[in-house]
């Protein structure tokens, strides 16, 4: 993998996004755009706009990563919390987790609910955990809590160097509700644009293997010029499949397309990505994104 690609995602690696507290990996994202000449600016919900040039073709990708929120009390006086990854229980028992102001637990599954167990501190009401694993490059893959959408953020940036103008929007988990995110699509201003998102590896499609392009389905369909991507020679499925982000680019009027990274151990502590899977995505996102 490049150096490019492994120095981008250690970079990240320390930075929370937790849902409704995405601010440090959305500044970080912020500078980075900055840099390459794009204006930024975030709304009060936590979205993040970046656009340079013209604005160009767009890029949708969510910022949040998994999180766990105490609800209040439960058995034997624990946490009780709710869970913001769709893994079960039994999956998810026995994982550590920290909090933004310091505070670490173990997610404990008892008696039919998920439970914080502290390990420093009492949890407060409303307080947001995230999986206290760290995220880290080893032999072939990026590995860790969140891993995934970090690496579709490294594809991204490292495309979006090949481009003078685009738009990216960066989605908080509380600034895209069904009315709100359509709403923000709108505002873009795009004419097309390509969404991101991840796959579970056991979804028949293996990781190492390529990204995979959403060609159709019974509300998104793929948009005819997007085809010659299909034939680009890349480690690359066609599938039909519904993602939310995807499917709400053509109401808005855009011409999208929708592309997924496949991930091994999705929405837990040790999201696997191989190294070859985001790279294909990089150079397929050159591609999405090049001039009409």
Known sequence: ?????????????????AAGGEGPLRDWLASHLMEQGADVSTDALGNLLARAGGGGPLVLCALDEPTFFATGTGHEGRGVVASGTALGLEVLSGRRVRSAGGHEALLQARAGELLLDPLSGLPEVGEAFTFAQERRAVEGALVGPDAGRRSLICAVLAALKWRVDFTLL???????????????LLRSGCSRGVALD???EEDEHKVGCGPVL?????????PERMRGL??????TAVRPELRSLAARLQPAGIEGLGICLPV???????????????????????EALAPS
Do not use: C, N, W
Request: aromatic share 8%.
């Open 264 to 286: 091994r151990y999705l929405g837990g502590d040790q999201e696997r990505i191989a190294y070859q899977d985001v790279e294909g995505l990089r150079e397929l996102l050159k």
């Open 170 to 184: 960066g989605l908080a988990r509380a600034g895209f509700s069904p009315q709100g995110g359509q709403d923000l």
């Open 214 to 222: 959403l060609a159709r389905s019974s509300r998104y369909v793929a």
């Open 1 to 17: 993998m490049s150096h490019e690609l492994v120095g981008l995602f250690a970079a990240m690696a320390p930075l929370g996004s």
């Open 230 to 235: 299909f034939g680009t020679g890349r480690q």
């Open 198 to 200: 991840l796959l579970e």
